[in-house]
């Protein structure tokens, strides 16, 4: 694990990508908690998953509430909701941040197309960086587009592969590349400034589409 624990919550980490998550970071030390819009869906969630460590021989409670209830003492929170959340969900949180909050945003912005999935990018340029205008007291880190769900769900397999981090903040990005560091195998590199999620964000539906394609569906990327 990196120098400390921290806690971190998951808004929407009731669906696939934040169990994976909450999951791995729970294995690595830090305190994890499970946000949703409904109490008793964070409850289940997060009792589900308590068990899940518990087969694997590790006692741990996972926190839950009501996204807003979770966010308010984390030192990382993660948006791990679709795109079309991310602009109420914001509006609903901002008074409840801590000031320098770090916000994870591994959100991919897709629309389905004749031929497969495709990016669609908003005007402020990225998803990280709509949360980043919306979110001016937050830390906007860019992160995890190209890390499948079902792997990070299958602890304790390491899961292989690259993520690239991206944003403008240099000691949140440092935080995010340890947090990356704390799932066996997964290996950060710094991807620059937040304006280079716009490329990030291009990849995932390139990586889901092609996936089904070749009869791989949980493609990574690796840089050599
Ligand atoms: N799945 C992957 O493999 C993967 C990989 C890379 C990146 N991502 C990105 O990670 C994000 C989460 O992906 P996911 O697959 O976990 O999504 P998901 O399962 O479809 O949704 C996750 C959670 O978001 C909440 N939610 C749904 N609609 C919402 C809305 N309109 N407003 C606020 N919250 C809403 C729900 O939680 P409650 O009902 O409990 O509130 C849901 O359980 C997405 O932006 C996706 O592009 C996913």
């Known amino acids: 694990m990196g120098a400390r624990s921290l806690r971190i919550a998951l808004i929407g980490g009731t669906g696939h990508q934040g169990p994976g998550l ?3 970071w729970a294995l690595a030390g830090h305190e994890v908690l499970i946000g949703s819009r409904r109490a008793e869906k964070a409850k289940r969630v997060a009792g589900e998953l308590s068990e899940r460590l518990k087969a694997l021989g590790a006692e741990y409670e996972f926190g ?3 996204n807003q209830d979770v966010v308010g003492e984390a030192d990382v929170i993660v948006f791990t909701i679709p ?5 109420p969900t914001c509006e609903a949180l901002k008074e409840r941040l801590r000031p320098g909050v770090i916000a994870i945003s591994p959100v991919v912005p897709m629309v389905k197309k004749d031929f497969g999935l495709m990016t669609d990018l908003p005007p402020e340029g990225s998803a990280a960086e709509l949360i980043a205008s919306l979110l001016p007291e937050a830390k906007v880190v860019s992160a995890f587009h190209t890390v499948s769900a079902n792997l990070l769900l299958n602890v ?3 899961v292989r592969g690259d993520v690239v ?5 240099v000691d ?3 935080t995010v590349m340890e947090l990356v560091r704390d ?3 997964l290996r950060p590199l710094d991807g620059g400034p937040l304006a280079y999620s716009r490329a990030l964000e ?3 539906p390139l990586l889901i589409t092609m996936g089904k394609r070749i009869g791989q569906p949980d493609l990574g990327v690796k840089f050599i």
Not at 83 to 87: D, R, T
Not at 165 to 169: A, E, F, H, P, T
Request: hydrophobic fraction near 40%.
């Open 22 to 24: 909450a999951l791995r």
């Open 64 to 66: 839950h509430g009501l």
């Open 83 to 87: 795109f079309v959340g991310v602009k």
């Open 156 to 158: 304790p397999e390491p």
């Open 165 to 169: 981090v991206c944003g403008d903040d």
């Open 172 to 174: 949140a990005k440092r």
């Open 183 to 185: 799932i066996p195998e």
């Open 202 to 204: 291009m990849l995932t």
